[in-house]
């Protein structure tokens, strides 16, 4: 076949798929902005009641029903930071709280630093089985003056979802609270979450807060003192990643009821319904949103009436990728344990006894969540194609980019106005244009990107290869960046 | 042709929609920060004054005389200052800065808000009325409990706590489980905190009430409260109620305030087959009311299949004297007895 006829051929077929694949992308393209366009008219209502309630707040200091809360620290290898972290949590505003550091395994000094920082003494304790466990538990300690309320556990290596589900076991108070050890919890950050638990002790089971990039900010001794924006473009870019998927995601979604995703960062749980379901499980990747799906569906399994609640007031701070090798093990971590979480619950789609969490939250992850990436891709690759090939009109092809790019950077102003509005964390006036810089520039060569390596993540565990949990590499905190 | 026209028309209208919001974005911001500003000019000329009252240094009340002054937007500013500052001072001070509020007219004026059709108007109204201890307007804050607004009922419920008048106990804890408009219960427990002894018969009543939660704030109250009038209902509930953090509650409270008689129903209720959080609260429970009746049934406890379990009955055991120190012996290698017994010494240490 000649050169001609093989570009011909090569422009049939474009034309071909773009003529059958236009109409369901289209459709698909209208379904994707209407349903972002209702989770923005969600939050909006929601962030107007928030607005109203901060209006008429009242100093609440946890007295009375406040129930007490276990701070869960998985940790490893965290010898830079973890005892400015648990003194950070330790001195937290809250009246009841513990913190449960377990070590996992660390081949660093991480248990060292905690045993010469709070004078640890060991305990002969025996843990309770109540989350099974496979990994060793090697021994409980507890600070020597009797009165700190810190737990740390060693136990040999087995990941993140086993150290959580050892804390577990080894926590004492009615409410568990799941943070990373890098995090950075606000002040009143357990008051602010702790509240739905005081308000409806009897139904709610768990409840998310917002987490914000720490990047760039001037943190001291384990408190921001100054919110500034990350110095680089990709943390800058997260940020507004960050802003949307809490401002207006996971807001909308609490407002109707189906809020199926809480943040590993920080998230609430009450522990004898974590307990009662099995704890996390170590075999999975996105072993929170499992955990918050094995509890929905438990939940409604018996009929019970229950409730997940998200807080949008900002509650914990964390460290997110700078570099792009990090970033795409962290996208391909996420989008794999999004896809085998789907796919496990799969039998909860469209019955009616999970209600909104089966007809409108696990659709919405299915379609918009998990199948965006693929046909972002098949965009990717088509729409150059076709401009090679002349066989689209190029202002058509560009007007329709700025139109789909347009409408990313709309969703993401909304979620600006409603965090100016309701938060104003950032106080110069150079973080609102880097801000809208970024929400631009996210559609230039980042979201291709994270497109790319959201399908390899998938792809790796449709071919069944084994997840490899790759190092975060930590900047640590206690520095200026100015 | 009517595709790009369509196609133009959208982009026009994001791109339009994109540009507004950025304005917002701006807008938000900058009213925010002139806003502040002026409140900030308008308060300086008062602040003196107003330190002075609130620290307790205006003797001869010629300082809560010049704040009365304030007219205009700055008396705007200067009651919603001091409205913020009662939340926080107590005593001759808080009196002061009432007065001023009412010389401002600022009780009348919020007893008409409580029907504004504002939702923030009303419940600010109602904080005000209570952080002035007007009593005369409890009749209205009751009614407010049953405001179409969550932020109002909660203001309400803060105000009548602020007033203390047990009168309203029963409506703040019918309140909790009003179908569509309830109360949030860490709101009413936190008012009915403030009520004073009068409240008994109310929590009482309270435990027998078909809503969760409301049986929850009455049995925790009434542990918190030592409200020993409720022991009988607290025993029925932790028996055989339908919640298990009802029942947690009641044990707790029992614990509290509990007698001689009540061991025997705490340990029945520390069988295996009873949910372990009630097992375990009931452990506690046994340990605080400190009987050695409960002695035999705890130190079967210590070899329960729960370490958690084995270690709070050992530590119960060890705040009972000498018959919890001889039931533990036989046991001095279990590790429930030894880290119970190290976690003892080190409080004691520590003390």
């Known amino acids: 076949m000649s ?61 009375g029903l406040a129930p007490g809360v276990s701070l869960l620290v998985p940790a490893y290898n965290e010898e830079a930071g973890i005892v400015t972290a648990v003194k950070s949590f330790l001195t937290l505003r809250y009246p009841r709280h513990e913190v449960v550091v377990v070590d996992d395994g660390s081949s660093d000094q991480t248990f060292a630093r905690l045993e010469e920082a ?123 990643e960050y802003l949307r998927a809490f401002l207006l995601g996971r807001t909308g979604w609490s407002r109707v009821g189906g809020l199926i995703l809480i943040s590993g960062a920080f998230g609430l749980f009450r522990r004898d ?46 460290e997110v990728p700078v570099t792009a090798t990090v970033l795409r093990n962290q996208r391909r971590r996420w989008h794999r344990g999004l896809w085998e979480t789907l796919w496990a619950y799969r039998s909860m789609l469209f019955r009616p006894k999970y209600g909104r969490i089966g007809f409108l939250a696990l659709p919405y992850y299915w379609l918009f969540e998990l199948i965006a990436p693929l046909l972002e891709f098949f965009g990717i690759l088509i729409v150059p194609l076709a401009l090679l ?76 290869k084994k997840h490899v949990w790759g190092v975060m590499t930590r900047t640590g905190f206690d520095e200026d960046p100015a | 042709m009517v595709g790009a026209a369509l196609l133009v028309g959208a982009t026009v209208v994001i791109l339009g929609a994109c540009l507004l919001l950025v304005i917002l974005v701006v807008a938000v911001r900058a009213r925010r920060h002139s806003r502040n500003q002026r409140d900030e000019m308008l308060l300086s000329p008062l ?37 913020e500052m009662l939340t926080k001072i107590r005593g001759v001070p808080a009196d002061q800065l009432v007065r001023v509020l009412e010389v401002h007219g600022a009780v009348d004026a919020a007893v008409a808000d409580l029907t504004s059709r504002s939702t923030v108007r009303r419940a600010r109204a109602a904080q005000l009325l209570g952080l002035a201890k007007a009593e005369h307007t409890v009749p209205l804050l009751v009614t407010a409990l049953g405001d179409e607004a969550m932020e109002v009922r909660n203001s309400a419920a803060y105000a009548l706590g602020l007033i203390g008048d047990p009168v309203a106990a029963g409506p703040v804890l019918a309140a909790i489980g009003a179908p569509e408009r ?37 049995a925790h109250l009434s542990g918190e409260r030592s409200f020993t009038r409720g022991l009988p209902e607290l025993r029925r509930l932790l028996d055989d109620d339908p919640d298990v953090t009802v029942r947690e509650t009641s044990a707790t409270a029992i614990g509290r305030l509990g007698r001689g008689e009540d061991v025997a129903i705490l340990v029945r209720h520390t069988v295996d087959s009873e949910p372990l959080a009630l097992r375990r609260a009931c452990v506690i429970a046994l340990g605080e009311l400190g009987d050695p009746a409960a002695v035999p049934a705890l130190a079967t406890l210590l070899a329960d299949a729960d370490p958690r379990l084995a270690e709070l009955a050992a530590s119960a055991l060890l705040t009972m004297g000498p018959d ?14 030894r880290s119970a017994r190290l976690m003892a010494s080190l409080q004691r240490a520590s003390a």
């Open chain 2, 324 to 337: 919890g120190s001889s039931a533990l012996l036989g046991h001095e290698d279990d590790a429930a007895v």
């Open chain 1, 3 to 63: 050169w001609d006829g093989l570009i011909e051929g090569l422009r049939s077929f474009v034309v071909w798929v773009m003529d059958v694949s236009s109409v369901p992308i289209i459709i698909y393209f209208l379904l994707i902005n209407t349903s972002l366009l209702v989770l923005i008219g969600l939050a909006y209502l929601e962030f107007r009641a928030q607005q109203r309630r901060r209006a008429t707040a009242l100093t609440w200091q946890g007295a």
């Open chain 1, 389 to 464: 090939l002349g066989v689209v009109n190029v202002p058509f092809a560009i007007l329709f980019l700025v139109l789909a790019y347009g409408y990313a950077v709309l969703v993401t102003l909304s979620a600006m106005v409603v965090d100016e509005w309701a938060f104003h964390k950032h106080d110069r006036w150079r973080a609102i244009w880097q801000t809208i810089a970024a929400s631009v520039l996210e559609n230039i060569g980042y979201r291709q990107a994270t497109v790319w390596w959201r399908l390899e993540g998938w792809w790796s565990s449709l071919r069944g």
């Open chain 1, 273 to 318: 319904v974590v307990v009662e379901v099995g704890g996390l499980d170590p075999d999975s990747i996105g072993e929170d949103f499992e955990l918050v799906m094995r509890i929905h569906k438990r939940m409604r399994d018996e009929g019970r009436d229950y409730k997940v609640e998200f807080v949008p007031e900002p509650v914990s701070w964390t």
């Open chain 2, 182 to 218: 309830g109360l949030p219960a860490a709101t009413a427990a936190e008012a009915l905190q403030s009520m004073g002894v009068g409240i008994s018969e109310v929590l009482r009543d309270g435990m027998g009430d078909p809503n969760a939660r409301t049986r929850m704030v009455a």
């Open chain 1, 118 to 240: 709070f004078d640890l003494v060991q305990v002969p304790r025996e843990l309770p089985h109540e989350v099974p466990v496979r990994a060793r538990v090697l021994g409980i300690w507890v600070p020597r003056d009797g009165r700190t309320r810190l737990v740390v556990v060693r136990k040999e290596n087995s990941g993140r979802s086993e150290a959580i589900n050892v804390a577990i076991n080894a926590a004492s108070e009615p409410l568990v609270a799941m943070i990373d050890g890098d995090s950075i919890l606000e002040p009143d950050g357990l008051l602010h979450v702790t509240r739905p638990f005081a308000d409806d002790p009897t139904r709610m089971v768990a409840t998310g807060g917002a987490i914000r990039p720490v990047n760039g900010s001037r943190v001291v001794s384990g408190r921001i003192v100054r919110v500034e924006m990350p110095q680089t473009w990709i943390p800058r870019i997260q940020l507004v």
């Open chain 2, 47 to 83: 602040r003196p004054p107003l330190i002075t009252v609130a620290s307790g240094e205006d003797d001869d009340g010629a300082a809560t005389e010049e704040l009365t002054w304030a007219t205009g937007v700055s008396r705007t500013v200067l009651d919603r200052n001091i409205v």
